[in-house]
């Protein structure tokens, strides 16, 4: 018995001659993996923009002087419910030190005690060169997906707004490098992306 491709062939009875055949179309989908590499913890006045921009401090900060300026961080802290070490805030920047000194004097000043930063870097496969504009499309969505999957508790819109089964009309998928913290290792789209929320048939 040959099914095409994209086809699941199920069979139903005891004898092949007698069997029900059930055909299944599958969904092809289309998916974008980014990878992300993550460094940390800091204190948050460690990344003053002073003292980060300084190559040697920055080796000694990362053991890797060339860690950029931008990306995506995660803030860790108290939480009145959650308790201690609990993941805070998830946010994408163009420039580190201005953002989390920004951070700093809003918020986290306030907090009941010292928060922890993670900075990620996104890969750019075979070390490819790529526009700001390109770069930071896929430091946007990296965020939306991160933060929708996380629910951190001091983020408010992108919990409510993103809708992972249109974004950019394809499959995501995050694989978190390094210094990851509590973010989980993968984390897809896939599950929102399947044929079954379609409806249609299935293998009987």
Excluded at 46 to 61: I, P, V
Excluded at 119 to 142: F, H, M
Excluded at 156 to 176: R, T, V
Excluded at 180 to 196: D, M, N, V, W
Aim: net charge negative; charged share 25%.
């Amino acid at each position: 018995m040959e099914a095409k491709t994209g086809e699941v062939v199920g069979l139903r009875g005891e004898e092949e001659g007698k069997s029900k055949i059930t055909i299944m179309k599958l969904k092809t989908i289309t998916t974008e993996i980014i990878e992300i590499l993550w460094r940390g913890p800091f204190n948050i006045t460690d990344l003053k923009k002073d003292t980060y921009n300084n190559t040697d401090y920055k080796e000694n900060l990362f053991n890797k002087s060339d860690f950029p300026d931008y990306g995506l961080y995660q803030i860790y802290g108290t939480h009145p419910v959650f308790g201690p070490n609990s993941l805070l805030y998830i946010g994408k920047t163009d420039s580190f030190t201005g953002r989390l000194n920004a951070h700093n004097l809003n918020w986290v000043k306030y907090e009941y005690d010292d928060v922890k930063v993670y900075l990620g870097a996104i890969g750019v496969p075979n070390c490819e060169t790529v526009t700001w504009s390109e770069y930071d499309r896929i430091q946007s969505i990296a965020e939306k997906l991160l933060v929708f999957m996380c629910q951190p508790p001091y983020n408010g819109y992108l919990k409510a707004s993103f809708d992972p089964p249109k974004i950019e009309n394809h499959s995501l998928a995050i694989y978190n490098f390094g210094k990851k913290a509590l973010l989980p290792t993968e984390l897809s789209t896939y599950y929102h992306s399947s044929k079954i929320w379609e409806g249609g048939e299935w293998a009987r």
